[in-house]
């Protein structure tokens, strides 16, 4: 993956193969994209209850299972009650 | 090669990915790699209410492996500019 | 004449089709319809007036005789790109 300059330092949404997804500031990177995020959570979906965040901390996901890499926008995150979003979890990757 | 060369000509276009997890994503195609890799910009989830977990996201990457389809803007397609250079292509391969 | 004679390897027989309508058939049980105009070696395919038709299968074990009830659904697109590693066939044009 060529162009993970511009998310160093943002806070980052990834999203995995098995549909997990962790937000975190994206402290570094390597050729095999391979990530460190500092700060990290994950964020629990579920349609009956609200989003539940789980602190991971410093957290280092192989390149191989993300498939997505947003930049969020961290006003607008702000606005967002999680506790009021009741959504299913993001399908895995089915090949 | 080809398809890489098509992706580079529709930069700046808005297009919809639809991953194989069925998430569908509609942005501005900033770039693409050897890989298909894409990044968008701008970017909108289709069916914001089932899918609300982007709903932060400004911008992302996208790993080409997971891409099922990529709708296109057909004005800015040409199509017979295609087919001449899939035959193109199509002879090299076979001469090799 | 004979209309095999320009084939002597598979992907002739879809160099052959560009420009016609062709039908492709996907993992996930898909299906497409739509006029080829560029495709490569790993069957990266870019069609136009696409009409995709998604066959979902609800409770495949139950009911008689073990079979489900097939939902169809379909959908239609101006100009599509399809990711080679979900094609499972390309099939040149039906003469109907």
């Keep these: ?95 | 090669m080809l398809i890489f060369s098509v992706f580079k000509t529709l930069t700046d276009q808005r297009v919809t990915v639809e991953l194989k997890n069925d998430l569908s994503i509609t942005g501005t195609l900033k770039s693409v790699d050897q890989f298909l890799n894409i990044r968008l910009d701008a970017i909108e989830v289709s069916d914001q209410a089932r899918h609300p977990h982007m709903m932060a996201v400004k911008n992302c990457f996208i790993r080409g492996s997971v891409v099922r389809y990529v709708q296109l803007p057909a004005e800015h397609v040409d199509t017979q500019l295609l087919e001449d250079a899939t035959r193109r292509e199509a002879a090299s391969q076979t001469k090799r | 004449m004979d209309t095999s004679a320009g084939i002597q390897e598979p992907f002739d027989l879809i160099r052959l089709s560009l420009s016609e309508r062709v039908f492709v058939k996907l993992r996930g049980d898909r299906e497409l319809t739509g006029i080829l105009h560029a495709y490569d070696g790993h069957m990266n395919l870019i069609l136009s007036e696409v009409e995709e038709t998604i066959m979902l299968v609800d409770g495949a074990d139950s009911g008689p005789s073990g079979q489900g009830i097939v939902n169809v659904t379909k959908r239609k697109m101006e100009m599509l790109f399809v990711r080679g590693d979900g094609v499972i066939l390309v099939s040149p044009p039906s003469r109907t």
């Design chain 1, 1 to 95: 993956m060529s162009s993970l300059q511009g998310y160093v330092d943002r806070r980052v949404l990834l999203i995995l193969q098995d549909g997990r997804a962790i937000i975190g500031v994206l402290s570094g990177y390597d050729q095999k994209s391979n990530i460190v995020l500092s700060d990290s959570k994950e964020r629990v979906y579920s349609i009956d209850d609200g989003v539940e965040e789980i602190p991971l901390g410093l957290y280092l996901v192989k390149g191989d299972m993300i498939i997505l890499i947003g930049e969020i926008d961290e006003e607008r995150d702000s606005t967002i009650d999680l506790s009021t979003i009741h959504a299913d979890p993001i399908p895995p990757i089915r090949y």
